[in-house]
């Protein structure tokens, strides 16, 4: 029997073995699909995402990331865990699902070691590769359609017919020959329930999502302030969303996971959100350790429960929302401001003049300023 066919199979069996939920094998070949990338970076979709522009020749031909290679196995790791919707309970907030359990990266790169390793007991010491989850210029989904995991849907995450699309994906670059999967073929039909709920009209086209208005990217890959006019449209979400995969059909029916390390952590589906503004940078790093959220860093995640709790408008909040106008962090402040400003009413005019006349940033007391006036057009004078 063919080698590279025997340990295609040892690989497939393996992968299963340490709980993947599913594996393809392709070549190394450049993308067929590359200008997408490359017009998708040319029309700014990418946002402030500078990794993705500055690797895009290496993310379309995998031998520019690593010449020897000439196999690619791609594994998907199912992180479904719980039926769980956005809590309608005062005062809530949303985590997107990927970040209720352990940091993927952690889960899945202890597993393609793993893997690795087992390829090179088999094949020989002298067998080399190298391995990849979100931590290199790899479009792991591109790859993951080309090697039949799924197909790339309307919401521009890869969907699989019996997965759905909650799925982690990594991948392996080996130095040898393998027996190649056929492409996966697209079932979206004329669906379209994503692009239509997505709150941002982040979804400009079919498979085509514009990240500058993405509240997954809004939530976690902007470092600096979200701009106002999207503010209002991102409800309660403070890391991440999952809106267009819940909506989608393909996930109505998925398994739930077997991994232990996705179960969700106390508190973090739909966490309370005012005791989340008055953490510390301690408290923060103690309550994240080990969770992806811990890539919005303080400033951020608060940033984002500032403008969570103006769209609830919620007067509890206001005693949180006064103090974080005193934070350290002037992104902290300047969002605060947003909020009050949201939430209107004599008692937040009052903090935020106060706030307005010890204010030094420019930026901050601009959103003061924003926010007093909104606060004024209310009947609050």
């Not at 290496?58 to 520019?64: E, G, H, I, N, Q």
């Not at 690593?66 to 594994?75: A, D, G, K, Q, T």
């Not at 909020?339 to 003049?353: E, F, K, Y």
Request: with cysteine; net charge positive.
């Amino acid at each position: 029997m063919d080698r590279r066919l025997v340990l295609r199979e040892q690989i497939k069996a393996e992968a299963t073995a340490l709980g993947f939920d599913l594996v393809g094998i392709t070549s190394a070949e450049s993308l067929a699909h590359g200008g997408r990338l490359r017009a998708w970076v040319a029309q700014g979709f990418a946002g402030e995402m500078g990794y993705m522009s500055r690797d895009v020749e290496k993310r379309v031909d995998p031998s520019r990331v690593w010449p020897e290679v000439r196999s690619i196995i791609v594994l998907g790791l199912n992180y479904y865990t719980s039926s769980a919707t956005p809590d309608a309970r005062p005062g809530r907030g949303w985590i997107a699902r990927y970040a209720w359990g352990q940091d993927y990266h952690t889960v899945l790169g202890e597993k393609l070691k793993a893997l690795v390793a087992f390829i090179q007991d088999v094949e020989g010491a002298d067998v080399r590769a190298r391995w990849y989850v979100d931590t290199g210029p790899i479009l792991e989904r591109e790859l993951a359609w080309r090697a039949g995991l799924g197909w790339p849907g309307k919401n521009t995450n890869l969907i699989n017919r019996r997965m759905g699309s909650w799925l982690f994906l990594g991948a392996v670059l080996l130095d040898r020959e393998l027996v190649y999967d056929a492409p996966a073929t697209a079932h979206c039909g004329s669906c379209t329930r994503c692009l239509v709920a997505c709150p941002t009209r982040a979804l400009v086209a079919p498979g085509v999502l514009d990240a500058r208005r993405c509240i997954s990217y809004l939530t976690i890959e902007l470092r600096g302030p979200i701009p106002r006019e999207l503010r209002p449209l991102m409800g309660t979400h403070i890391f991440g969303c999952d809106i267009c995969q819940a909506v989608c059909p393909w996930n109505r029916k998925v398994p739930v996971s077997s991994e232990p390390a996705f179960l969700p952590r106390a508190g973090f589906a739909a966490p309370e959100l005012i005791p989340l503004l008055r953490l510390s940078d301690d408290e923060f790093r103690a309550r994240f350790r080990g969770s992806p959220v811990t890539r919005a860093k303080r400033r951020g995640l608060l940033r984002n429960v500032a403008v969570a709790l103006g769209n609830l408008r919620d007067l509890r909040a206001l005693p949180a929302l006064d103090a974080a106008l005193h934070d350290a962090e002037p992104l902290i402040r300047s969002h605060a401001a947003w909020a009050l400003g949201r939430i209107g009413g004599r008692g937040a005019r009052h903090v935020l003049h106060a706030a307005l006349s010890a204010e030094g940033d420019a930026d901050v007391r601009e959103e003061i300023t924003l926010a007093l006036t909104e606060v004024a057009g209310e009947g609050e004078v």
